[in-house]
């Protein structure tokens, strides 16, 4: 369709993108409405026809922790908010296998597994299960906590992932590798090369950690607090301790936090293999637990200690990964643990050091306990059994139940607590304890970010996109023009006075090769085509035109496309270079 004669009718819409540096600004303008399309009728609401539908995965144990399958959907009882709620939409998972439909599962109760131990010597295999859907594909992160990691036992954990990743990977699996050293670095984006996956690995081996460096520090502080002349004294050097190692942690949390809010558009199931030696709940707490027993003043230290403490933090990144559909699988590798007090170096000492140590290795443990149980996944802890711990995660990852319910709500933020029972008795049932409502501005917004950064693309729309040649400004800068195509013929109009009327909404994001994004622009567009051209327009598109001004270089453009009447929603993306790498 000629871009000038259907525009007269919806108008024109310009955007601005600016990829300059760290942020990239970006700012929307609108066109002028054409007279054909009253001002009124530009405000109409359209009602989606779209079922939204939340998935909650389920894994289902004996007492012997070994995976249940055969249920159905008749077998599970789910509440929200302590009501019960209608499972529209059952899928289950058995052995690697999808077995779909509301009838699913063939009522004989069945245990996966038996008595005997895995063995680690297997040699790795690729996976021939079918292709899953894709929003039950599984997206696999492994995150090395180097922060948190002591480099020895990292590298006892990399051998086994490294065989892990080999005989677990099935077909639409996505395995990505991050470490964190007070900032995240991506060495594999998501990939099934297991080739690239075991030489990144490799070089991780060689990285440094620095747990060790702060076992040097603890153990430095309890030699002060022994040889300080008051309580005051022993106080400001945990303190001082304290603080440091507070800011390294919330380092730690709030990346972790970014990262599981970018996977929120990401379809699939989602999990994190977090690998640390711990990471504490309440940063000095064990220290100031000596400092309150090294004589009679009461100075309160315990209670001074709760102002390091992140347990808000923590609720905050499991509410975060709930609302994404991630579960935390977290890996303690240092293995079985033998306390620092038992050393010769600390001399003659009462009980309170073994108590402040026993102390310590809870404190560290918390947060990995609550971030599997809140998602529902596993905590491996204080085991040198690394491969029986990846072993059960790769079980949850075969045989599991995805219950879907269709809310009738949708209060953008709000958060609902879940809940399923099986009303088979003697059975353990783990699963994500809640979710979030979302608003559809919400998910095409996640949608496209998560195109941009880890390269999903999604097209029921058939949306085009078209990059025209960068025209040179000043300052090295180029303008480039992006027209966004959509088949009119694929949108649902709605017939209302003379017109067929529409929307979409169009969400446009860069992201450059260094990986820094441009804030998101999320612009509604309506639609309007006269009755006496309906039958001509339906057979040529909609053009949206976008204006982007960006540096020399390779850039990546990602737009989302959303159908506000239908609900259906298309994720593109195209890459461009400009400059002297043109």
């Known amino acids: 369709m000629k871009r000038t004669s259907h525009n007269r009718r919806v108008g024109w819409w310009g955007l601005v993108v600016l990829l300059l540096g760290t942020p990239v600004e ?38 012997k922790g070994r995976p249940v399958t055969g249920l159905t959907k008749d ?19 058995e052995d690697g296998k999808p077995i779909q439909g509301l009838s699913a599962g063939s009522g004989e109760v069945s245990i996966v597994g038996g008595d005997q131990a895995p063995d680690p010597l297997r040699e790795p295999r690729r996976s021939t299960s079918p292709l899953l859907p894709e929003d039950q594909r599984l997206s696999l992160l492994i995150y090395f906590d180097n922060l948190f990691l002591k480099p020895f036992s990292r590298n006892k954990v990399i051998g086994e992932v490294e065989h892990f990743l080999g005989r677990a990977l099935d077909p639409g699996d996505r395995v990505m590798i991050v470490t964190f050293e007070r900032s995240l670095h991506v060495r594999v984006p998501f990939t099934d090369d297991w080739d690239e996956l075991t030489d990144a690995l490799h070089e991780i081996e060689m990285m440094t950690g620095y747990a060790e460096q702060s076992a040097t520090e603890r153990r430095t502080i309890i030699q002060r607090i022994d040889q300080s002349q ?35 558009g990401l379809p699939g199931r989602k999990a994190v293999l977090y690998v640390s030696d711990g990471i504490p709940m309440s940063p000095g707490q064990d220290l100031f637990y000596l400092v309150d027993n090294l004589g009679s003043e009461a100075i309160g230290n315990q209670l001074g200690a709760s102002y390091y403490r992140a347990r808000r933090e923590f609720r905050e990144l499991t509410a975060r990964a709930n609302a994404n559909r991630v579960a ?64 059960s995660m790769q079980q949850d990852f075969d045989n599991y139940y995805s219950l879907g319910i269709a809310p009738v709500h949708i209060v953008p933020g709000r958060s609902y607590d879940v809940k ?40 029921p729309l058939a949306v085009r996109l078209e990059l025209g040649n960068g025209q040179p400004q000043d300052k090295g800068n180029y303008r480039v023009s992006l027209l966004v195509r959509i088949p009119i013929g694929n949108m649902t109009l709605v017939p209302t006075q ?16 260094k990986g820094r994004i441009s804030p998101l622009s999320q612009t509604p567009v309506p639609i309007n085509i006269p009755e006496a051209d309906l039958a001509t327009a339906v057979q040529q598109e909609f053009v949206y035109e976008v204006e982007l001004m960006m540096r020399d270089g390779f850039q990546i453009v990602a737009v989302g496309v959303r159908d506000e009447v239908a609900g259906d929603t298309s994720f593109v993306r195209q890459g461009i270079r400009l400059g002297s790498g043109t």
């Open 75 to 93: 077998d599970f009882d789910l509440r929200e908010n302590g009501k019960p709620v209608e499972i529209t939409n059952f899928f289950a998972v």
């Open 26 to 63: 970006i700012s929307a303008q609108a066109g002028e409405v054409a007279p054909e399309t009253p001002p009124d009728e530009q405000s109409i609401y359209f009602e989606s026809v779209e079922v939204r539908v939340v998935n909650v995965d389920v894994y289902v144990t004996d007492k």
């Open 420 to 459: 399923v029972r099986v009303k088979q008795p003697g059975l353990t049932v783990r699963h994500r304890s809640g979710y979030r409502d979302k608003s559809p501005e919400t998910r095409v917004q996640e949608g496209t970010l998560a195109s941009l950064i880890y390269g999903t693309e999604s097209n």
């Open 498 to 513: 003379g017109l067929h009327r529409g929307s979409v909404r169009i969400v446009v994001g860069v992201i450059d090769e």
């Open 328 to 391: 935390f699988y977290t890996l303690e590798a240092a293995g079985l643990r033998s306390h620092s007090s038992l050393s010769a170096e600390y001399g003659q000492r009462d009980t309170s050091i073994i108590e402040a140590d026993v102390m310590w290795d809870a404190n560290r443990e918390e947060p990995l306990l609550q971030m599997a149980d809140d998602t529902g996944g596993l905590a491996a802890l204080n085991t040198n059994n690394i491969v029986g711990a990846l072993d």
């Open 230 to 264: 008051s309580q005051l004294d022993a106080a400001s050097f945990v303190d001082d301790y304290a603080k440091a190692l507070h800011h390294d942690l919330l380092l730690s949390i709030n990346s972790l936090k970014e990262l599981v809010g970018s996977l929120g």
